[in-house]
């Protein structure tokens, strides 16, 4: 599949801004079921000044503010070509050994909800693949899919206890449960074509499990599957904070305005217009 992505941020500043700094993870990397074919970046009132790539290989943009311009915009425009892989993105690689993705962050810390969702998960926990489909589903189950509950600073525990949330809130107790029972477990941030649909609210964010003898496996907990080819994966971290799009400071900024625009869409090859994949079912972004 040909997805192609635009990606716009923009943030808002009530005062002069005298000083910033942001950290940007928006390009996608070629890898285990994806290519990236292009990737263009613009930005209205901000400069360039370092890219790198972080300790999970993620690709980082190092952006200053230009001081005293009322906002900075952030587009990106992107084409990437995806295939079904059953959620499987392969073998490690980068640079954090796999025993730390098995300590437990401030958001995936687990609380005694955590330990009693593990414990009720009726599986055979030797059967690795077949008990995280299982631990899935029971998160899906108490943990209802609520925009606007919850928000980025909100533990995989709050979730759980709350019984509601987004999809970082599923994959954050996922994550937590299964670092419980000794599973190196990582959080994906990246882009989900919708079908049916182009406009999206937001990016999309999920989980994956390594899995002895199939590397990294992935599943998006709000959707109830393994992510297919109506994914793109960006950055991955211990958690969301080492996976957000955009983090940063500005300094004298007062109160800072927040504005995305995301589309997301298939392009046919030989066909000028784009349209919605069909005949799979209806899924929703984070």
Known sequence: MLLTVTHTTRYSFAEKVSHGLQR??????????????????????????ASYDDQHHNH????????????VVVTCHGTVRTIDNNGVTGM???????????????????????????????????????????????????????PGETDAATTAEQAL????????????????????LDIPMRYVGGYLKMDGLVEQEAGHGWAEAYVPGLGWVGFDISNAICPDE???????????????????????AGETELDVHLSVDEKLVGQQQSSGGGGQQQVQGG
């Not at 970082?168 to 299964?178: E, L, T, Y």
């Not at 994914?231 to 300094?251: F, H, Q």
């Open 24 to 49: 940007l993870r928006l390009k996608p990397k070629t890898t285990h079921g994806q290519e990236v074919l292009e990737w263009r970046m613009d930005l209205v009132g901000a400069r360039p000044e």
């Open 60 to 71: 980082i943009d190092l952006v200053s503010i230009e001081p005293g311009v009322p906002e």
């Open 92 to 146: 490690h690689t980068g640079h954090m050994p796999l025993w730390c993705f098995l300590r437990p962050t401030p958001l995936t810390r687990a609380g005694n909800r955590v330990r009693q969702l593990v414990a009720s998960v009726d599986a055979d926990r030797d059967d690795t693949l077949n008990f995280l489909h299982a631990l899935s589903g029971a998160i899906g189950e108490q943990i209802e899919y609520v």
């Open 161 to 180: 206890v709350a019984g509601k949330g987004v999809c970082q809130d599923h994959a954050h107790v996922f994550i937590s449960a299964g670092r419980l």
């Open 230 to 252: 109506r994914y793109v994966r960006v950055a991955t971290g211990c958690d969301y904070s080492e996976a957000a799009p955009v983090t940063g400071i500005a300094v004298g």
